[in-house]
């Protein structure tokens, strides 16, 4: 009776420990506002924005499948669960880390505008539709998908497991059905409509006419057959075969320009990524048609700041991190852009004698209105993200789109996925543009995957979603990781800041310097502060990324996950 007494009043004294000055039950350990801990496993992990995803890539890697076999089963699996964000008609990028050859791989899986679709052409169906940009919702944002071919290329340069063994726990879902999750259910109910829409997509994604909900079985059998058809066929049924002569059939019945022609000239491309040294750690992103590099012209600037002593929430700190994107983004809409089509000056932008001189720009005291590219030429332009890691010490850091929410919302009769709108992104009104929209050329990318290496061995694979939101996510993790000596699931759930400003593709110039809006979970005086130094605030917004991250502990010969709260994933390891 004496011990259970004891026992007893341990736990309330435990729970006084815990109790909060609010009354609210704070953590036992880390920081307070951490939803959960971090995931330490010895042999494989995997993390991403499906549950269900999430544990097919784990299944491939305790059946003997790799790091590389785990994320294309992955990627695989929320092409079904989560068209929201991606699948087979959008574009895919990766970083690999190779244990076997001890070098980091960086994969461009994104594909071209149609051949066949001049400027001409294209500013004569805009003058048809009385619009002056690419609508996002219709047949002509459509470009090459990338994403069967990035598989590909990841599988026969690293896979292990057969692709149709990585494909069959996918096809059963679609067939026999999987229940959504809350977060993905309400992007589905929220995402645009497509009944009067050229192809099934309506159709497929709107059983009886409306969103499926949180918990309800959805089932896609034409995706399914789709999936059957590329794990017997491989890689040149959907770019030379039926698949594409269905697509091509299509294109031409309803008015759309991508070709066979398109799909049997697509390549991916590998390439190094590029990095910058950030106090000690190796950042490292793809080189443009994506944004990647924004976040590293950031860190550049920031680095000689003592944001350590600033403070994780202090003014001055959030002030340098925003003036630093400012500076950034203006570069990206100026030279990022496909390398085939435009010399992008990338030794000068990643300097860091470029970094200092755009650093110089910045007033410690007040926000700037606008900023100017810098001129480097006169020196010498809705998404899922997964990590995956294997007792082998494979990484892979992966991000896969459609871009806006579902994508164009076209979809081939009988083939189940939708086709990515990212040609929305070429610039149209400008022939000098680095971006400007041109047959056969690569669009602007958002989707950014990134790793950080420390003394030479892999430290970190991660990635947020979110659009414009990725590289400033990218830096906030990054800074929150190093600065701030945050875990790895604090750096993800600690409260985000975004700016918005005027170098957006196909949005108008903003003269103002645009405004920011900053999470819940930022103190007044952080707002009040941030005010004070002339930024414009506004609330109630949201699309703060989608963070997943793996670490690979040296020390202790362990992988440590992380998963975003904002997100129904999660990380699982083994």
């Not at 420390?454 to 979110?466: E, I, R, T």
Request: contains cysteine; hydrophobic residues 40%; proline residues 5%.
């Amino acid at each position: 009776m004496l011990q259970l007494a004891r026992f007893f009043f341990a736990i309330i004294g435990l729970c006084a420990f815990a109790m909060s000055s609010s009354g609210q039950i704070d953590r036992l350990s880390g920081q307070p506002f951490a939803t959960r801990s971090e995931v330490v496993a010895q042999n494989g992990m995997v993390a991403t924005s499906q549950p269900l995803a999430a544990q097919i890539g784990l299944d491939v890697l305790k059946a003997g499948g790799n790091a590389i076999d785990a994320a294309i089963a992955t990627n695989a699996a929320l092409g079904l669960m989560e068209p929201t964000g991606c699948g087979i008609g959008g574009d895919l990028f990766a970083i690999v880390w190779s244990a076997k050859d001890q070098k980091l791989h960086g994969l461009n899986a994104s594909g071209r505008s149609p051949m066949g679709l001049s400027h001409e052409q294209l500013m004569s169906e805009l003058d048809k539709l009385g619009v002056e940009i690419i609508p996002s919702r219709s047949i002509l944002p459509i470009s090459v998908p990338g994403a069967v071919d990035g598989w590909y290329e990841l599988h026969d340069k690293f896979g292990k497991m057969p692709m149709a063994d990585l494909l069959a726990p996918t096809i059963d879902y679609a067939e026999k059905g999987f229940p959504l999750t809350e977060l993905i259910a309400f992007s589905w109910r929220s995402a645009f409509r497509f009944k009067d829409l050229s192809g099934s997509a309506y159709d497929t994604w709107m059983p009886d006419g409306v969103a499926p909900k949180k918990g309800e079985i959805f089932k896609n059998p034409d995706l399914a057959n789709t999936y059957r058809r590329i794990a017997e066929g491989g890689r040149d049924v959907f770019y030379r075969g039926e698949i594409a002569d269905e697509i091509d059939a299509f294109m031409r019945k309803h008015g759309g320009y991508l070709r066979k022609a398109d799909l049997e000239a697509h390549t991916s491309t590998w390439i190094y990524p590029v990095s910058v040294n950030y106090r000690g750690y190796d950042v490292y992103e793809l080189p443009p048609n994506g944004q990647g590099i924004a976040a590293l012209q950031m860190l550049n600037i920031l680095e000689a700041y003592d944001l350590r002593s600033m403070g994780r929430h202090s003014p001055k700190a959030l002030h340098l991190m925003i003036e630093a994107k400012k500076l950034a983004f203006e570069d990206r809409a100026k030279f990022y852009a496909d390398p085939d089509f435009s010399d992008i000056p990338l030794d000068w932008l990643l300097s860091k004698e470029y970094a200092a001189e755009r650093r110089a720009l910045i007033d410690p005291g007040r926000a700037a209105r606008r900023y100017d590219a810098g001129n480097p030429a006169l020196q010498q332009g809705d998404t899922v993200y997964l990590t995956t890691a294997d007792a082998e010490g494979n990484m892979v850091s992966l991000i896969q789109s459609n871009y806006r929410g579902m994508g164009s919302g076209v979809m081939v009769p009988g083939q189940g996925f939708g086709f990515q709108n990212r040609g929305e992104m070429f610039v149209l009104d400008d022939p000098d543009h680095a971006n400007f929209y041109e047959p056969g050329k690569r669009p602007f990318h958002t989707i950014i995957p990134a790793f950080v290496m420390k003394d030479g061995q892999p430290w970190l694979s991660f990635g947020l979603m979110g659009g414009a939101m990725q590289p400033q996510g990218h830096v906030q993790i990054i800074t929150n990781l190093i600065d701030f000596d945050l875990n790895l699931q604090e750096a993800g759930d600690a409260a985000r800041w975004q700016h918005h400003g005027s170098t957006d593709y196909n949005t108008p110039q903003m003269e103002d310097g645009g405004y920011v809006t900053l999470e819940d979970g930022f103190p007044a005086e952080t707002r009040q502060g941030v005010h004070l130094l002339r930024h414009s605030i506004r609330y109630g917004l949201g699309g703060f990324g989608g963070y997943q991250a793996i670490m690979w502990d040296a020390e202790n010969k362990v992988y440590i996950g992380a998963s975003e709260s904002r997100k129904d994933g999660h990380a699982v390891g083994y």
